[in-house]
Structures are given as C-alpha cells and as structure tokens.
C-alpha cells in the first residue's frame, strides 16, 4: 500500500487497525475491513496519494493515504459518493511536513453493494488554485 502506511491492498481483508488479518486468527464478517483502492498516484509537485473505499460490517467510508513533500499546507477534500446519489465529504487537514498521512470521511450505513460506493480525494494549495491532485478509489493507472 502506498508509503508502507501498513493499509491493505485493493480488495483485500485487513482489521479494523488497518493491519492486514491475519490467517491464523479467525475473523468475523464485521471485524473484516474490506478495502477497495485506486492507483497510487504522484504529481510533479510532490504530493502522492492514493484513495480507497472501505466497508466493514454494514458500514462504509472513505480513506485517503497520502504524502505531502511540496512544502507547504494545503487544502484538501475527500468525498464519499454513494449509490443513490448521497455524498459525504471532509475537509483533510494537510501539514506542510512530508509524513505519510491518512483522512477518513465519517462512517454511515452501507446502503446496497459496498462495491457501489466510490471516493474521491483532491489537493490543491488553496480554494481558488489549481488542483495538485485528484485520486480517486476506482482510478485506473495510465499508460
């Protein structure tokens, strides 16, 4: 996962620290955090950052991994996009330091599919500036 932050991987189980489960230790269906996540993505700038969707038990929320190395703070957004239209978005607060960080949208209920639910996460400097960034949980990597 992106900047050895210790998540896991796309599609893959991990507990509710974030650590991948571990095969040895049985696991109910609502301690298992499913994760769904988009490229890991880099901009000129130095800014990286990779966005996931996640869902356990009956709940989903949306979670952004990134690593701010432009020097400065900067704005940032991440929303949750449900199946029937509902958004939910967060304001991530970004430091100007270059340690890996994390943002989470609040947890609501999973209305349908978890797999219907997709994140998005942007970055810019400030309101009015050009975005950084975009990242999104079903991005896919170009060529």
Known sequence: ?????GGASAEQ???GDGRAAS????????????????PELASPDG????????TRGGDTW??????NTTGDALDAGLSLLGPDGRAVR?????GADDAPATC???????????????AVSE?????????????????????
């Open 104 to 118: 989470e949208t609040p947890r609501e209920r999973t209305r349908g599919a978890g797999a219907a639910y997709t």
């Open 23 to 38: 095969a040895s230790v049985p696991s109910s269906p609502d301690r298992i955090t499913l994760s769904r996540c988009g």
């Open 1 to 5: 996962m992106l900047l050895s932050l």
């Open 47 to 54: 800014l990286e950052a990779q966005t996931c969707v996640l």
């Open 13 to 15: 189980g991990a507990d």
């Open 90 to 94: 967060t304001t991530c607060v970004t």
């Open 123 to 143: 970055f810019a400097r400030g309101a009015e500036d050009p975005l950084l960034l975009r990242s999104a949980s079903n991005s896919t990597p170009r060529n």
């Open 62 to 67: 949306a979670r952004v991994y990134y690593r």
